[in-house]
Nanobody, 123 residues
Framework: QVQLVEAGGGLVQAGGSLRLTCAASGVTFSTVLMGWFRQTPGKEREFVAAMFWTIGRAYYADSVKGRVTISRDNAKNTVNLQMDSLKPEDTAIYYC????????????????WGQGTQVTVSS
């Protein structure tokens, strides 16, 4: 079955960087869309970035465009989220997700989820 395991969260000062990784197993890489979402208490889960594994086409939320880069490591079967110039409003639990189908920014369109990793940005 599909398993997604996030790692790399932590505490960082504003302006700093973090690199999140999502180890994917049981995934059909030729057709999967891998996404990153985030959520804070009391708010809906929010799209951050997504990438089609095979062709590498990426999508970004406007709120992170220019500060975040999604990439994949074919050898390690991981999808990564490099986050730079972090802001306190980036504080959230970050989730990795997978979907088979067209590109989508909606969390309800993703079928598989990791357990999440906490990112905290201090001011």
């Amino acid at each position: 079955q599909v398993q997604l395991v996030e790692a790399g969260g932590g505490l960082v000062q504003a302006g700093g960087s973090l690199r999140l990784t999502c180890a994917a197993s049981g995934v059909t890489f030729s057709t999967v869309l891998m996404g990153w979402f985030r959520q804070t208490p009391g708010k809906e889960r929010e799209f951050v970035a997504a990438m089609f594994w095979t062709i590498g086409r990426a999508y970004y939320a406007d709120s992170v465009k220019g500060r975040v880069t999604i990439s994949r490591d074919n050898a390690k079967n991981t999808v990564n989220l490099q986050m730079d110039s972090l802001k306190p409003e980036d504080t959230a639990i970050y989730y990795c997700a997978a979907r088979y189908g067209p590109s989508s920014l909606r969390p309800t369109d993703y079928n598989y989820w990791g357990q999440g990793t906490q990112v905290t940005v201090s001011s």
